[in-house]
T-cell receptor, first 116, second 110 residues
Framework: GAVVSQHPSRVICKSGTSVKIECRSLDFQATTMFWYRQFPKKSLMLMATSNEGSKATYEQGVEKDKFLINHASLTLSTLTVTSAHPEDSSFYIC????????????FGSGTRLTVV | KQEVTQIPAALSVPEGENLVLNCSFTDSAIYNLQWFRQDPGKGLTSLLLIQSSQREQTSGRLNASLDKSSGRSTLYIAASQPGDSATYLCAVNGNNRLAFGKGNQVVVIP
């Protein structure tokens, strides 16, 4: 089946530094990828939609200068958390559509970011 | 805006019992609905995908039904096992975006 590989699985960084999270589609081409953030006991919150070769579309309230998204190829999308602060600590998950027509979604394994 | 509600939020059942997890949504204009499983600290694993034209989907011990007109879906897990312990998420696909519920946290007691 369609697999999205996400790395790293967990990262601890100092406040003020930047962290990059990668998502790769392993056996299919993902023209569109989605980035979510998940808070404890909360629904997944869509942050942005990244399209290969074009700018990402951010959801309302998400700072595009803080959460930089790059989708330079059909198999790779990256999320960079810039100048991270403790409040950015969270679980980040990427996703991609699978199939044509009435499609489903496949998700990466998630990244636990802790900013100290 | 699509609102997705999952009831109950948490439940514990003895091994062998059948599980019934409920999902309701407010906007019936959907493409499909997908059930996922999430283990602690992990990503989402797709369990079943039901198209808007379908009434149910089955995979092994799992069966999901969809009543689009009433905005409801139910996930049935037969003969539960301790390995079924996880959080189950319902995601409604409409207008090219997924709307998630908060999940049903399930514990199956050996």
């Amino acid at each position: 089946g369609a697999v999205v590989s996400q790395h790293p699985s967990r990262v601890i960084c100092k406040s003020g530094t930047s962290v990059k999270i990668e998502c790769r589609s392993l056996d299919f081409q993902a023209t569109t990828m989605f980035w979510y953030r998940q808070f404890p006991k909360k629904s997944l919150m869509l942050m942005a939609t990244s399209n290969e070769g074009s700018k990402a579309t951010y959801e309302q309230g998400v700072e595009k200068d803080k959460f930089l998204i790059n989708h330079a190829s059909l198999t790779l999308s990256t999320l960079t958390v810039t100048s991270a602060h403790p409040e950015d600590s969270s679980f980040y998950i990427c996703s991609a559509r699978v199939g044509q027509g009435n499609y489903g979604y496949t998700f990466g394994s998630g990244t636990r970011l802790t900013v100290v | 805006k699509q609102e997705v509600t999952q009831i109950p939020a948490a439940l514990s059942v003895p091994e062998g019992e059948n599980l019934v997890l409920n999902c309701s949504f407010t906007d019936s204009a959907i493409y499909n609905l997908q059930w996922f499983r999430q283990d602690p600290g992990k990503g989402l694993t797709s369990l079943l995908l039901i198209q808007s034209s379908q009434r149910e989907q089955t995979s092994g011990r799992l069966n999901a039904s969809l009543d689009k007109s009433s905005g409801r879906s139910t996930l049935y897990i037969a003969a539960s096992q301790p390995g079924d312990s996880a959080t189950y998420l319902c995601a409604v696909n409409g207008n090219n975006r997924l709307a998630f519920g908060k999940g049903n946290q399930v514990v199956v007691i050996p």
